[in-house]
């Protein structure tokens, strides 16, 4: 007899009487062990890694309260710890450089990224597939992005 997982589908082995063509069902220890982390209180860092694309969670003033590690691959800053910083900051917006610093220039009024974020922040209301331009070290990269709010919380996800 066969053990199917009743959560993933995958056959994870036999049971007595083996010529028995029925099957049985369980849970392998993958999904056991899932199941247990998120039981356990899965750490919002681990949760973050289980998106494929990049995710920002952005708080209130519009700091990164916490980002997956495929936000910092793509940000550039893969070991730097960017909790705290604002988008633009986090970006290396050149404009974050300047003096009034970031959301706080004339450029950060056309910022779609910014604007994605603070509208969904002001009206609750989720955006979705914002097309940006973003320049870092002299390339330009069309991304495209949506935000929604989670738990009093901005969630910014990022496709390249």
Known sequence: MKIICSYCRTCYGEKEPLEDKRISHGMCEACFDHFQRQQDGLPLDEYLDGFDSPVLIVNQEGRIA?????????????????????SGEAMECCYARLPAGCGKTLHCETCTIRKTIMHTLQTGTPMKKAPVKVTRNGVERDLVISSDRVDGLIRVEIEK
């Not at 940000?75 to 705290?84: C, H, Q, V, Y």
């Open 66 to 86: 916490a980002a997956n590690q495929a936000a910092k691959d793509m940000l550039g800053a893969p070991n730097r710890e960017i909790t705290g910083l604002l």
